[in-house]
Structures are given as structure tokens and as C-alpha cells.
């Protein structure tokens, strides 16, 4: 099949095969490149409208026990630790909210602090899901990494609405590669875990690392399975001291492909494009590939960091509803209101 029949016939509503996914990804051409573009803001803009939802990001721990290979933060790298307290963490979630984001990430690396409690169980980490619920009101994601199916059910009952864990591939062996010592399984099952306990869930994907289109297919196919109600692509971007910092890094056109291409197979699902690839330059065009999401939101007097990007555009202020509203409106779109988004999550 060409790529304009698969296009055709994605645009029409019907899923397609792993060859045909692998047509629309493989692409080079640049006008085949707009008219996937185009068709993927088309159907976004069916679902959603011109409205897009922003979300705060709350980095709260840097300490991590694992050895992602590609992760700045991984435990044996010299990367920036912090671990913020409870009244600075719900002090940001409260500026954030003023700020106009519709949901708080709260994210931290797979911490043993909060995690291997032992006697004190998990009440400090619950208790600041609590607090930034309180003191908000809005909608909480939580990305704690890979953890038991009692924390998940806790996290819920604690107000968390959604929980983010990415497996980055769902090629085992590369997975193996990225993650060494996480098991797939149990990552995976974490999600299923959190979606049996009610938790909304977000799925993800790494690109430039050696993956093939076939496996980009693949994992969308476990996306379906998922049934998660927020996807995402980020690009690898290479971190000093770890072992894949000579990995060379890709340019985004990977990423705005598979982000166009998720749209046009779910087109009611929420898709990220995060400011934590490119910063504030890269936005403009993972909206115009289809993206419905803003991430990485993070205030400039926080000393909070990013993932990827562990401080691009962060202190300047780039980061920010004021930074990226003006972009969204270049594109046509603007924020949506808390109560949409919240409307959005009931639905
Ligand atoms: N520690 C938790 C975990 O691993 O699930 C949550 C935070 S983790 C840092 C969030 C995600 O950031 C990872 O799953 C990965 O997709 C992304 N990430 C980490 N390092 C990255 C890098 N160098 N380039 C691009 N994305 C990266
Ligand atoms: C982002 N830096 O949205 C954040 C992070 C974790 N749920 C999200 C990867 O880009
Ligand atoms: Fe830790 Fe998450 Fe980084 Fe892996 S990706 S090293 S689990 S912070």
C-alpha cells in the first residue's frame, strides 16, 4: 500500500497493519511529511477543538536506585540531586496553578526515600499527593517509576487521577538495553495494575535509539492494548556522563512523524508535546504534527529540573503559560479552561 492510501485510509477512522503504519512512519518526502501533518491537526482539531491542555511539571526528587542508560539521573551519574519538601513542592503546585496549567506531574526518580520506608510505609509520599490536591484542587498525574500494585491503589485513594510510566520500546531486547535490571513484565503490569485500580494511564515511547519502524508499530499496537488515554513520543537527547553519551543524537523528525501518526490511530487521546526535547523552539511543531498536550511546564524560581533537558529554557522562563501561550495562538489554538479539561477526564 502507498502512502497516500494509508493515509486515506487512517483519516477514515480504521486502524491500520503494521505495513501501513510503517509507510506513513518511513516517509522522507516532504509533501507526504505536510500532509500527514495536516491530516493528523484535522482530526485533533475534530476532538478537541482549538483547546489545548497544559500541564505543570513537579520534578520533587532527582534520587533514583536505577541505571536507565540514557537517563541523566540515573543513580551512579553526577547529576543534580535535590529532594524538595513538602511545603516548597505544594508552595510550586499552588504558583503553577495560578499560572493556568489544568493538571500537576508530580515526577521523581525511583527514590528510596519514599519508596523503601519499611515500618513508615508510604505516608510521606501519599501525603503529597494529598496536600497538592488540597491546596489546588486540580487534576494529579503521578510518575514514580515502576511500583507495587498496593502503592498504585494507595495513590489513587490518595487523589492521584493518573499514572505515567513509559517503557520507552516494546522490543524486549532493547528494553533489556535501556533498562537493565527493571523487568519488562513488571513495568508493564504496573499499568495494567493502575488501570485495574482506576488510574487513567499514560503509555510512552523513546525514539533514536536504534529502534525500527516495525517496533514503532509494534508498540503502537500496545498502546491499543493499553487502551491508556495519554501517549507520547520524546526523542532521545544524549545526557554527559552516562553510558550512551556518545549515542548520536537524532534530529525531531521521528518524533513529529510518530506523533502525527498516533493522532491519526487515536484521535481522542491526549498526546504531549513536551518541552523537554527542544524547549520552547521545539513546540510549535509538535503541535502542528498533532499534538493536544503541553508537559514540562516548570516556574523559573523553583529550582526544579527537567528530565531531558534538565534545564533548558527553565530559568529564562520559556517554560511557562506565558511562554507558551503565545505559540499556541500562532497555531491557531489556545488553552482550555480547567473545567474542560476536567470535563475531559469524566468522559
Ligand atoms: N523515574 C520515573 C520513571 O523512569 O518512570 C519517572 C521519571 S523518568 C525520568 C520519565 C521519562 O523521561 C522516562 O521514562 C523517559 O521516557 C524520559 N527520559 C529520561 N531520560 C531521557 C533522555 N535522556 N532523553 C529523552 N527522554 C528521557
Ligand atoms: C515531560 N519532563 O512531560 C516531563 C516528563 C513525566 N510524566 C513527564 C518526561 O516532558
Ligand atoms: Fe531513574 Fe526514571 Fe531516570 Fe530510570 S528514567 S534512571 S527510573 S529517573
Same mark, same amino acid.
Given at each position: 500500500?502507498?502512502?497516500?492510501?494509508?493515509?486515506?485510509?487512517? +483519516?477514515?477512522?480504521? &486502524?491500520?497493519?503494521?505495513?501501513?503504519?510503517? !509507510?506513513?512512519? +518511513?516517509?522522507?518526502?516532504?509533501?507526504?511529511?505536510?500532509?500527514? &501533518?495536516?491530516?493528523?491537526?484535522?482530526?485533533?482539531?475534530?476532538?478537541?477543538?482549538?483547546? !489545548?491542555?497544559?500541564?505543570?511539571?513537579?520534578?520533587? +526528587?532527582?534520587?533514583?536506585?536505577? =541505571?536507565?542508560?540514557?537517563?541523566?539521573?540515573?543513580?551512579?551519574?553526577?547529576?543534580?540531586?535535590?529532594?524538595?519538601?513538602?511545603?516548597?513542592?505544594?508552595?510550586?503546585?499552588?504558583?503553577?496553578?495560578?499560572?493556568?496549567?489544568?493538571? %500537576?506531574?508530580?515526577?521523581?526518580?525511583?527514590?528510596?526515600?519514599?519508596?523503601?520506608?519499611?515500618?513508615?510505609?508510604?505516608?510521606?509520599?501519599?501525603?503529597?499527593?494529598?496536600?497538592?490536591?488540597?491546596?489546588?484542587?486540580?487534576?494529579?498525574?503521578?510518575?514514580?517509576?515502576?511500583?507495587?500494585?498496593?502503592?498504585?491503589? =494507595?495513590?489513587?485513594? +490518595?487523589?492521584?487521577?493518573?499514572?505515567?510510566?513509559?517503557?520507552?520500546?516494546?522490543?524486549?531486547?532493547?528494553?533489556? =538495553?535501556?533498562?537493565?535490571?527493571?523487568?519488562?513484565?513488571?513495568?508493564?503490569?504496573?499499568?495494567?495494575?493502575?488501570?485495574?485500580?482506576?488510574?487513567?494511564?499514560?503509555?510512552?515511547?523513546?525514539?533514536?535509539?536504534?529502534?525500527? !519502524?516495525?517496533?514503532?508499530?509494534?508498540?503502537?499496537?500496545?498502546?491499543?492494548?493499553?487502551?491508556?488515554?495519554?501517549?507520547?513520543?520524546?526523542?532521545?537527547?544524549?545526557?554527559?556522563?552516562?553510558?550512551?553519551?556518545?549515542?548520536?543524537?537524532?534530529?525531531?523528525?521521528?518524533?513529529?512523524? %510518530?506523533?502525527?501518526?498516533?493522532?491519526?490511530?487515536?484521535?481522542?487521546?491526549?498526546?504531549?508535546?513536551?518541552?523537554?526535547?527542544?524547549?520552547?523552539?521545539?513546540?510549535?511543531?509538535?503541535?502542528?504534527?498533532?499534538?493536544?498536550?503541553?508537559?514540562?511546564? %516548570?516556574?523559573?524560581?523553583?529550582?526544579?529540573?527537567?528530565?531531558?533537558?534538565?534545564?533548558?529554557? %527553565?530559568?529564562?522562563?520559556?517554560?511557562? !503559560?506565558?511562554?507558551?501561550?503565545?505559540?499556541?495562538?500562532?497555531?491557531?489554538?489556545?488553552?482550555?479552561?480547567?473545567?474542560?479539561?476536567?470535563?475531559?477526564?469524566?468522559?
Amino acid at each position: 500500500m502507498g502512502f497516500y492510501e494509508a493515509l486515506e485510509k487512517v +483519516s477514515a477512522g480504521e &486502524f491500520l497493519n503494521q505495513e501501513e503504519i510503517a !509507510v506513513l512512519l +518511513s516517509t522522507d518526502d516532504e509533501q507526504e511529511n505536510r500532509d500527514l &501533518f495536516t491530516a493528523a491537526c484535522k482530526v485533533r482539531n475534530k476532538c478537541f477543538s482549538n483547546k !489545548v491542555f497544559l500541564y505543570g511539571f513537579v520534578y520533587f +526528587s532527582t534520587y533514583c536506585r536505577n =541505571k536507565c542508560n540514557f537517563c541523566f539521573y540515573r543513580a551512579v551519574n553526577k547529576s543534580i540531586r535535590y529532594r524538595k519538601s513538602l511545603k516548597e513542592i505544594v508552595d510550586i503546585a499552588v504558583s503553577l496553578k495560578k499560572s493556568g496549567i489544568h493538571l %500537576i506531574d508530580l515526577t521523581m526518580g525511583e527514590d528510596p526515600y519514599y519508596l523503601d520506608r519499611g515500618k513508615a510505609g508510604y505516608d510521606e509520599l501519599l501525603n503529597i499527593i494529598k496536600q497538592v490536591k488540597k491546596a489546588t484542587n486540580l487534576p494529579v498525574m503521578i510518575s514514580p517509576g515502576t511500583v507495587s500494585e498496593k502503592l498504585l491503589e =494507595k495513590m489513587k485513594d +490518595s487523589g492521584a487521577e493518573w499514572y505515567a510510566c513509559y517503557q520507552e520500546t516494546h522490543n524486549l531486547n532493547l528494553y533489556n =538495553k535501556l533498562r537493565p535490571d527493571q523487568p519488562y513484565q513488571k513495568r508493564y503490569n504496573s499499568k495494567l495494575a493502575a488501570k485495574e485500580n482506576g488510574l487513567l494511564i499514560e503509555e510512552g515511547l523513546l525514539t533514536g535509539l536504534g529502534e525500527n !519502524v516495525y517496533d514503532i508499530a509494534a508498540s503502537f499496537y500496545k498502546m491499543k492494548e493499553l487502551e491508556a488515554q495519554q501517549i507520547r513520543v520524546m526523542t532521545f537527547v544524549p545526557q554527559k556522563g552516562t553510558p550512551m553519551e556518545q549515542f548520536s543524537a537524532h534530529d525531531n523528525k521521528m518524533e513529529l512523524k %510518530i506523533i502525527a501518526v498516533m493522532r491519526l490511530l487515536f484521535p481522542d487521546r491526549l498526546i504531549p508535546a513536551s518541552l523537554d526535547v527542544e524547549g520552547i523552539d521545539g513546540l510549535k511543531k509538535r503541535i502542528n504534527a498533532g499534538a493536544n498536550v503541553v508537559t514540562s511546564i %516548570i516556574p523559573p524560581d523553583s529550582g526544579l529540573a527537567g528530565v531531558s533537558q534538565s534545564t533548558l529554557n %527553565i530559568k529564562d522562563g520559556w517554560r511557562t !503559560v506565558q511562554g507558551v501561550v503565545p505559540i499556541l495562538q500562532e497555531c491557531g489554538l489556545a488553552p482550555a479552561s480547567v473545567s474542560e479539561y476536567k470535563n475531559w477526564l469524566k468522559n
